[in-house]
């Protein structure tokens, strides 16, 4: 079991399994986004389906006809080389009008195999009164795609990964386009959260005493499609145990984002998140014991370095407590990551 030397490492995990992310079971399923609009249906049909619609409110260039088979192409960098600078070569599936959009969609550049192959979406708008227009997103392909090619299902997971975090924020630029309440900054801070959904995140490190310390985090969203749920597992050479399972969730009295935890050892740690920037949040800490013994408040940096590679640093007050530590999305824990104490292997 984990001695108390390592309390500080098994802060850095919390951090981990306080993010979005699919289960296992689902991590190609299809995505669903939502957003109620404070505009006529008609206007936010035009939003989605002309080029001047959808330059008003996400990309700067468009190239749109809404035809069986016309061009659904939306340029999210026109600086980039040709065939790199979106959505090139989707097109129009169907439509009903002011009901009903569907179109092709491709994965960025940097999937170097899906980007070549088509997933589609469904868009459906539902006029709630003359001013507000539900709109219900659902991206699909994921699993139909992994299955005509076996060897790539890891890399269309990683493809499902990236728009689940991206559609959401096309919703939020959707609603402040019209003028709807903003997101918020709680909204903001799951937003950069959500860019850790996706893979598993370890971390691998040897300890002053010449032990090793192993760590791997797996997260879920819960049944409520709101709140998020997690597991994390830290281990040496002797194997793995689980050490935390936490929920993180946006307070509505507060518009905080929060969360609670609880490790093996009975210990309780709950706090909140505080936005910084596009890629950096600080988690609030405080402790307390299976005794009811109180510690805190202690504060984690989270900084994504880049997609895959994030770093850690724990302080009390300015005072950094350890080293920076970063962490790294994989898409599966090596083994020795997921090897129990007792032996067992699990996913």
Known sequence: MPTSSRLLFALLLTLLTLAPASRADDALAPIEASAVIDAPIAEVWHAWTTSEGLESFLVEKANIELRPGGPYEIYFSMQAPEG??????????????????????????????????????????????????????????????????????????????????????????????????????????????????????????EMPNGSKLLSRSVVHLAADGKSLIASGWLGDESGMWQHISGQIWIEPDS??????????????????????????????????????????????????EDENHQSMILKRGDAPLMPKVTYERVDKAPEKLRTLTDGTVVD
């Open 84 to 205: 790199s600078r979106g959505s090139e070569n989707c097109s129009v599936l169907s439509f009903l009008p002011n009901q009903m959009l569907s179109f092709q969609w491709n994965a960025p550049p940097k999937f170097e195999h899906a980007r070549f192959i088509h997933t589609w979406v469904v868009v459906n708008f539902e006029e709630l009164s003359p001013s507000r227009t539900r709109v219900d997103l659902t991206h699909l392909g994921f699993a139909e795609n992994a299955a005509d090619n076996p060897d790539h299902t890891e890399e269309w997971k990683q493809v499902r990964a990236y728009f689940t975090n991206a559609w959401p924020s096309v919703m939020n630029a959707l609603t402040e386009h019209f003028g709807g309440t903003d997101p918020g900054e709680a909204r903001r801070t799951l937003n950069v959260l959500a860019r850790l959904v996706g893979g598993e995140w370890v971390f691998e490190d």
């Open 255 to 304: 518009q905080l984002v929060k969360y609670q935890s609880i490790t093996e050892s009975g210990s309780f740690m709950r706090g909140y998140f505080e936005l910084v920037d596009d890629n950096t949040v600080i988690e609030h800490i405080i402790i307390t014991d299976k005794d009811g013994n109180e510690s805190g408040p202690l504060y984690a940096v989270l900084k994504f």
